[in-house]
Every structure is written in C-alpha cells, then in structure tokens.
C-alpha cells in the first residue's frame, strides 16, 4: 500500500477549520460575480462530497462505521451532511460523559438538562469558591458544540438551591414562652 501524504493531528485540523471558515466569511462579503461562483463550487462541491460520504458509509456495516462517527472531524462531515445517525441530544450527552472526569478533577460537573430549539441546556455546579465556574463553561461549550455543531448555543442552567430542611419535632413544638410573659 502506497504511503499517502501525512496526516493532520487535532490541532492541524482545527487550524485549517478556522482558516476554511475565514476564506468562506471573506467570500461571502466580497461583491460580485467571481465571488459568487466561488461560493457555488463550494457548495456544488460539498453537495458531491456529502453524497460520496453517503455511498462509502451505504457499503460500511454498521459496527465499522460505528467508529468513524466517533471521530470529531468524520462527525462533523456526518453532521454536515445530515448523515449521522446520532440525534444531536446524544451525542451532546456523550461529549458531556467524556468530559466529566476533567470536570471532577477541577471540582466542577455538568449534566445535559436537554435541547431545545437548537440549544443546550447544562446544569453546571463547582465546589468552592466558583473560580472554575468560567473555564467549566468553556471546556463545555467547546466540547458540546464539538460534538454537535449543528447546536447555536449552549446555556447554562444554575442547579436547584437545596431544600431547607425542617424537622418535623420542631414544627410540632409548642413555643417556649418568655420569661417577660409570665405563664400562659
């Protein structure tokens, strides 16, 4: 088998993500036709490429193709496609298992609440002081929308005050009366 050029590692693939998206941004606000067609082979392109995509995954049995949805870039192809077999509630619930030891372990966790009207909702609690409230948001929101693009946002959900507890002897307890008003 004849060796292919290298391959990209996670931050290579996030660099040329961003550049892509630029490029495209770029275009999209540039006037006139070359523009435009530019923007119509990235499409017509990405219209053929989704339909290949499609094919290779039609011949693929199910517990070989399992793996290749797990891949963050191959997910977001799936994604983009409209090809994964996920729902976006599922694969935001795993991005969330995924993360949570490195939650734990700076005192924070996260519990998907759901998604709705294409955003998440995340229950975030941290021990302490709240200091790791802003990088728990971060590295779940980077994870979430990693796992499901698709999403426009996540929204964090505070968690329920915990219920005040009253003993039940004390609500049955005749006040004590005060010295200053004599016996009853």
């Known amino acids: 088998m004849a060796e292919g050029p290298p391959r ?7 660099e040329r993500l ?22 119509d082979a990235v499409a017509l392109m990405t219209e053929l490429y989704g339909e290949a995509l499609a ?3 039609d011949r693929l049995p199910q517990e ?4 290749l949805m797990e891949d963050e870039l191959v997910g977001h192809l799936l994604v983009l496609h409209g090809l994964h077999p996920l729902p976006a ?15 734990r372990e700076h005192g924070a966790d996260a519990e998907l609440i759901g998604i ?3 955003v998440a909702r995340v229950r975030l609690s941290v021990r302490g002081c709240g200091s790791a409230l802003g990088p728990a948001r971060e590295a779940v929101e980077a994870a979430l929308t990693a796992a499901a693009p ?3 946002g996540v929204e964090p959900v505070r968690p329920a005050a915990p219920a005040a507890f009253v003993p039940a ?3 049955l307890r005749r006040p004590a009366a005060s010295a200053a008003e004599g016996p009853a």
């Open 89 to 103: 509630e599922e694969r935001a619930a795993r991005a969330l298992e995924r993360l949570r030891p490195a939650l």
């Open 169 to 171: 002897d004390s609500l």
């Open 55 to 57: 094919r290779v995954l």
């Open 8 to 14: 990209l590692d996670a931050a290579a693939v996030a």
């Open 64 to 67: 070989t193709a399992r793996p």
């Open 116 to 118: 709705e009207d294409g």
């Open 150 to 152: 698709e999403l426009r």
């Open 18 to 39: 961003t550049a892509l998206e630029d490029l495209l941004a770029y275009l999209e606000r540039v006037p006139g036709a070359t523009a435009e067609k530019a923007l």
